[in-house]
Nanobody, 126 residues
């Protein structure tokens, strides 16, 4: 069992930055691949970024490449999402997820993610 708690969301102007954190419980965090997803009002949840258990492989949706960076610290049981050059279209509730299946599966699989956090709101004003 893994419990995930996101933090770091907030209101920021276009072009600003935020860093989201996702703290995981349990001693097996380093075994899990981790991902970030988001859901905007009236839209389906979508993949944002994912990272392998070692941090050696990272994946991003095209619209955030070059602006967002996913990273993890297994010693702290935490995964991060650094978001720069934010745009109004990045406004959404951001969720982190954990799964033992490869992070690459998260890119196109709506079923990836065995454990989910409660989400943190990110609002980008124009």
């Amino acid at each position: 069992q893994v419990q995930l708690v996101e933090s770091g969301g907030g209101l920021v102007q276009t072009g600003g930055s935020l860093r989201l954190s996702c703290a995981a419980s349990g001693r097996t965090f380093s075994r899990y691949e981790m991902g970030w997803f988001r859901q905007a009002p009236g839209k389906e949840r979508e993949f944002v970024a994912a990272i392998s258990w070692s941090g050696g492989s990272k994946f991003y949706r095209d619209s955030v490449k070059g602006r967002f960076t996913i990273s993890r610290d297994n010693a702290k049981n935490t995964v991060y999402l650094q978001m720069n050059s934010l745009k109004p279209e990045d406004t959404a509730v951001y969720y982190c997820a954990a799964d033992l299946r490869p992070a690459v599966v998260a890119v196109k699989s709506t079923g990836w993610g065995a454990y989910w956090g409660q989400g943190t709101q990110v609002t980008v004003s124009s």
